[in-house]
């Protein structure tokens, strides 16, 4: 999968993550598709060094499966360094 594919794959993604998550989350749509985009590639690492399974075809359900969990995992972690104390 090229370049672009990652990106789009990342961008939806981040949508998908956001919409997943309940609550507020912390920067706008712009920053969840960014960190949706960094969440593909997270997840893409995580499924090729835990479960030999990497992100290959853009179609592929584990593909998706990967980047929206990588996502999540980045929007959480994005969600606690953001969280501001009431």
């Known amino acids: 999968m090229g370049i672009f594919g990652w990106i789009i794959l990342g961008l939806i993604a ?14 706008g749509i712009l920053a969840t598709l960014l960190l949706g ?5 997270l997840g893409g690492w995580i499924g090729s060094a835990l479960f030999n399974v990497g ?12 980047a929206i969990g990588g996502a999540l995992i980045v929007l959480i972690i994005w969600g606690l360094l953001t969280r501001r104390k009431a």
């Open 14 to 27: 981040g949508a998908i993550a956001k919409a997943i998550k309940p609550g507020r989350q912390g920067g």
């Open 37 to 41: 985009v960094v969440g593909a590639i």
């Open 55 to 66: 992100i290959n075809e853009f179609w592929s359900l584990s593909t998706w499966l990967l």
